[in-house]
C-alpha cells in the first residue's frame, strides 16, 4: 500500500522557519512528480509547489523567495522549507503524489505571535 506521511509542522511566530517532510513509500518514487499544497480555514486547497523527478520546481506567487521544495529520491523524500513565515501561511499544508492522486494526511502549521 502506497502512503504519504508528512511531518514537521508546528507553531512559529512571524518571521520563523519551518521545515516539512512528506515521506512516501511507493516505487518509482524517483520519477514521481511531487507536491506540497495548503489549506487554511474557509479557503480552496492551493496548489505551494511541486517538483519534478528532474528538479525542476513550481511556486505559488506567494511563496517565491521564502519557501523551497526539494527531494531526496534515497529517502523517499519530499522537502518544503519555509522561511520568513507570515500569518497568511496558516494552513493544513499536504503533500501529494500528482502521478499517482495520493495525498497525505496534512500537516497544520500556524504562524502567529
Known amino acids: 500500500q502506497a502512503h504519504l506521511v508528512e511531518s514537521g509542522g508546528g507553531l512559529v511566530q512571524p518571521g520563523g522557519s519551518l521545515r516539512l517532510s512528506c515521506a512516501a513509500s511507493?516505487?518509482?518514487?524517483?520519477?514521481?512528480?511531487m507536491g506540497w499544497y495548503r489549506q487554511a480555514p474557509g479557503k480552496q486547497r492551493e496548489l505551494v509547489a511541486t517538483i519534478t523527478g528532474s528538479d525542476r520546481t513550481n511556486y505559488a506567487d506567494s511563496v517565491k523567495g521564502r519557501f523551497t521544495i526539494s527531494r531526496d529520491d534515497a529517502k523517499k523524500t519530499v522537502y518544503l522549507q519555509m522561511n520568513s513565515l507570515k500569518p497568511d501561511d496558516t494552513a493544513v499544508y499536504y503533500c501529494?503524489?500528482?502521478?499517482?492522486?495520493?495525498w497525505g494526511q496534512g500537516t497544520q502549521v500556524t504562524v502567529s505571535s
Open positions: 511507493r516505487s518509482m518514487f524517483s520519477i514521481a512528480v
Open positions: 501529494s503524489d500528482r502521478s499517482t492522486g495520493i
